[in-house]
């Protein structure tokens, strides 16, 4: 081999490792970059919720691209063909509402919401949004710590589970449960298969049970939409 061959198969192999680095990149980056963006949400949100949310909705309308996104329509609508297959009775509370685009589709089925969001922003918005549907009922209100004088036959959850620590989840759950009727349903939607750790204080709570869980393999961001049953008491 001559120096010369030998200088050419040297930068084709930096070429060919370049392409490979490129390559990787492209392939790699934007996950890479959801992995820090969500650590420094995570960050910002645990020293304030309330300032977090309302900081995203202050800088930006649609923080999360409902109104955008074709994976956030989409999920979006199975979410709604969900609550539609369990409904059982017209009255649904949503949790952490945001913007009030979930909360539309469900009063455009005809069901009496009561959604709450953390953020006075996003209420403000969904109320705006939800103003030609006098069914719905809009409230600034910690989901956590939610007291409510009626009871529902439906819960959603939607994107919401995995911003609780788990004594939280466990605070929340039992609150929700008893805000559900007997024999009402909590849907929840979380990435999978995160969701079966964020669920966990769900699908163990000794009154509640799983009734469907479908798993929809988005590539790169898999959710789960799950659907749990409050078992009636005392059998009735
Ligand atoms: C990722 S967004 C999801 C919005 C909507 N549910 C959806 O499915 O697209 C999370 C929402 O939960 C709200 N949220 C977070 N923690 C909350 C809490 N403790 N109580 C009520 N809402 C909360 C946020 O303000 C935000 O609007």
Known sequence: MTYAQSGASTSNGRRSRQRLRSWHGRRYAPRMRRVVQNLLDWAA???SP???FEKRYATTEDPWNLQTSSYELTKLQRTVQTVSRHRRGNRVLDVGCGEGVLTELLAKLGMSVVAVDLSETAVARARRRCAPYPQVILLTRDGSLLELPERFDLIVLSEILYYFDSPTRAQLSQRLIDLLVNGGHVVAVNPWP??????RELSSHPDLFVVEENVHAEPGRPYAITTYRRAPRNGS
């Not at 995160?194 to 669920?199: F, G, K, L, N």
């Open 194 to 199: 995160r969701s079966r750790r964020v669920e």
């Open 45 to 47: 949100h645990r020293r």
């Open 50 to 52: 309330v300032d977090f």
